[in-house]
């Protein structure tokens, strides 16, 4: 398939794996940022390829796993209450809350309904005109955009019984709350393609600045994360840390300003609540004003238990990049795909279901 | 949740273009891509496109990758 195939060409990988290996001296730790990153590294044994020197450890960018319990508790009360049909992507439908699931809400009764697309929860409001149609909206600026494009479809249509739960969250400011947090040092940034395909690599630019370290942008084929590895080495050993795209086919500096213009035109950032990290200012999007009736948070109000993390469960520091899933005790054991204890182990992002399923035995 | 695949655009209606990947096609929006072409890859995320692919940026990476590996072999 077009600029897939040739992006994974094993020749030109195993070369360029060598060239890292001639450029790196020392040993460093890079992050990506995204789980469709970790995913892709595993899938294609980019650890097992490039050089010891270079370590990864994988970052907060699962939008199902930095989901906080008390924010899914929230989506899991609104799905019972009644006249509802609670619409979401499917990852979330499996995450435990503290005390059930949106699985769990379905199989009580709850009229829930897993959707590719926001356009089809649309529709499911358009044909259920006496529901009321909630999407759980989770996500990053990949997907901010299109959650705005259904709500702004939904008023120009007259599609009044739609609403969005934005859980939306925001990926520079966590970068900077995950580099102030200092836990985990970090030599370089594995930068989300997608999520910069919307706003560009100038959002960036606060990590060389202010941090002294550099962000390349990838992409998800194998030859697009080992060019950015390859950057990124190469800034490392040559002492001048920056901003660059290794991914311009997807990523222009300036991003998508359709799209941008879109997500200003519904949302407004807001504090948000991350799983493993607390709340972290201006991280988040909320509904504006002026496509309030669309809030979900405003139509409906739910009472809520005090939320309840899993015992044991280390999502939270495997989201910091503290710890990797061979941290955790439950990993592999109580905790499978099967039967997962943390997001981490659901979502298709997710670290942990990356480990179990790419296998964890190169550490 | 950020997977975004490319896939070719068909044809184009309003603020709708038919896509296809291997074969596959589907309906999707262009609200966030006015700009897109009949024949453009766009990146396809949960229903939308969401950029559209830069072939000429794309054949640039692929000889920068040939480059960095031509290099590679002569050390």
């Not at chain 1, 499917?90 to 590719?116: N, T, W």
């Not at chain 1, 560009?200 to 370290?213: A, C, K, L, T, V």
Request: net charge neutral.
């Amino acid at each position: 398939m077009k600029f897939i195939d040739e992006y994974q060409n094993s020749e030109l990988a195993g070369k360029l794996a060598h060239r890292i290996a001639n450029c790196s001296t020392k040993p460093i730790r890079l992050m990506e940022f995204c789980g469709g990153h970790t995913h892709a590294i595993m899938r294609y044994g980019i650890r097992q390829l490039v050089p010891k020197t270079v370590g990864m450890r994988s970052g907060p960018g699962c939008p199902v796993c930095v989901t906080a319990i008390a924010d899914l508790d929230k989506a899991i009360a609104m799905a019972h209450l009644p006249g509802v049909i609670i619409t979401t992507f499917g990852d979330i439908v499996r995450v435990p809350g503290s005390y059930s699931s949106l699985q769990q809400a379905k199989a009580e009764g709850a009229d829930m309904r897993i959707v590719y697309s926001t356009i089809d929860a649309v529709e499911i409001a358009r044909v259920n005109p006496k529901k009321s149609v909630i999407f759980v909206g989770i996500g990053f600026e990949t997907t901010a955009p299109t959650i705005a494009a259904s709500i702004i479809k939904a008023r120009r249509e007259g599609i009044e019984n739609f609403y969005v739960l934005s859980l939306l969250k925001l990926t520079p400011p966590i970068m900077k709350a995950l580099l102030d947090l200092g836990e985990v040092r970090l030599d370089g940034i594995i930068g989300p393609g997608h999520v910069s395909a919307i706003i560009g690599s100038h959002p960036y630019e606060f990590i060389p600045r202010d941090y002294n370290i550099g962000c390349v942008i990838s992409g998800f084929e194998p030859l697009d994360i080992l060019l950015c590895l390859n950057k990124l080495v190469e800034q490392i050993e040559g002492g001048k840390p920056k901003v660059e795209i290794a991914y311009p086919r997807g990523v222009k500096p300036q991003g998508n300003k359709k799209a941008l213009e879109l997500m200003n035109a519904v949302f407004e950032t807001n504090s948000a609540n991350w799983r493993g990290i607390g709340i972290v200012p201006q991280s988040g999007l909320r509904i504006n004003k002026k496509y309030q009736h669309f809030d979900a948070n405003r139509a409906f109000e739910v009472s809520l238990e005090s939320a309840r993390e899993h015992k044991g469960c280390r999502c939270g520091d495997i989201l910091r990049g503290v710890a990797t899933p061979l941290g955790c005790k439950l990993f592999g054991k109580v905790c499978t795909p099967e039967d997962p204890v943390g997001p981490c182990m659901v979502s298709s992002e997710g670290a942990c279901a990356a480990y179990y399923q790419y296998g964890a035995s190169y550490e | 949740m950020c997977l975004a695949v490319p896939v070719r655009v068909v044809s184009i209606e309003g603020d709708e273009a038919e896509t296809e990947i291997g074969g596959v096609r589907y309906r999707a929006s262009i609200a966030l891509t006015p700009e897109v072409m009949v024949g453009d890859y766009v990146l396809l995320h949960t229903g939308y496109a969401i950029g559209v692919v830069d072939e000429a940026e794309a054949k640039e990476t692929l000889k920068l990758l040939e480059e960095i590996a031509s290099v590679s072999e002569v050390h």
